[in-house]
């Protein structure tokens, strides 16, 4: 009798690169970057609790008033608030006109349309300085720079493209012969896509609106080009303080810094709660059994 020899499974790729030079160099190349992103930011932390320090690794002591310096110094109550303004409006206004943009876009097909893609694409892939100052430039003449609408103005400019391609996707996957049938049942386009096509682009609704949310906040050279005493966004705010360092410790700017990472962390928190990163991705459609 001949012995039978156990079929050898192929290794998990996984466990091959984790067992590779090339796989210990990556992962700890990605060790390196998180714990250098984690020193610094425990730096600022820690700096902006410390009165005294110096040569040392911890303060010598610790107070809070750097904190009460610059949410008086900088008005950081009314910062914040025109900040979420700001933001709500451009994730609003960017859903409103980017999903039915979309779905022009993946439902009729007209000449000049790969032109038209091109342009939605361009303010995303330019850096927004590029287009930023004959932006901010044309709206000072007209008298909307320097105040709340021109901010927002000027954040739509790239946040309505990022919805439409975004968005794109998504309706591009529904099959058209839902809408087909809703039609010959009667319905009118706004019904079809209110009560057939929303709930199908929910999720991707949401998600496209969180990462304009965060997008908002986090945009600084629209903002600063733009905004007025009465439309400082927190971003700017925190650019403020770094130039006014020379003037104020530097603890207090380092505490506007980690005031500035909680109003990110607690947005991206609560958005979270409400869509899932995952869903932004779109989903294969699944061939028929034959």
Do not use: H
Request: with cysteine.
């Amino acid at each position: 009798m001949t012995a039978v020899t156990p079929t050898e499974t192929p290794a998990d790729p996984r466990r091959r690169l984790v067992a590779s030079p090339v796989g210990w160099l990556i992962w700890g190349t990605v060790g390196l970057f998180l714990l250098a992103l984690l020193g610094v930011v425990a730096s600022v932390l820690v700096n902006s609790f410390g009165e005294r320090w110096f040569d040392s690794w911890l303060p010598e002591s610790w107070t809070t008033q750097w904190y009460r310096q610059a949410w008086t110094g900088f008005g950081l109550f009314d910062v914040i608030v025109t900040t979420l303004e700001v933001a709500l409006a451009v994730v609003v206004l960017s859903v409103v006109v980017g999903v039915p943009t979309a779905y022009v876009l993946a439902r009729r097909s007209f000449p000049g349309k790969r032109l038209v893609f091109l342009l939605f694409l361009l303010p995303i892939m330019m850096p927004p300085i590029t287009y930023g100052i004959p932006l901010a430039t044309v709206l000072y003449k007209i008298g909307l720079a320097g105040n709340l609408s021109g901010v927002i103005l000027a954040n739509l400019v790239p946040c309505v493209p990022f919805v439409v391609l975004t968005m794109t996707p998504f309706i591009e996957q529904i099959d058209p012969a839902i809408e087909n049938a809703a039609r010959m049942s009667g319905a009118g386009t706004f019904s079809v896509f209110t009560r057939i096509l929303a709930p199908l682009l929910l999720p991707g609704i949401l998600a496209s609106a969180v990462l304009v949310l965060v997008r908002t906040v986090g945009m600084f050279e629209l903002t600063f080009l733009t905004a007025g005493p009465t439309s400082t966004t927190l971003v700017v705010a925190l650019f403020n303080s770094m130039n006014a360092a020379g003037i104020r410790a530097q603890q207090s700017v380092d505490a506007m810094a980690v005031i500035y990472m909680l109003v990110m962390l607690v947005l991206l928190v609560t958005a979270l709660r409400f869509v899932n990163p995952t869903q932004l991705v779109s989903q294969v459609k699944e061939e028929p059994p034959e």
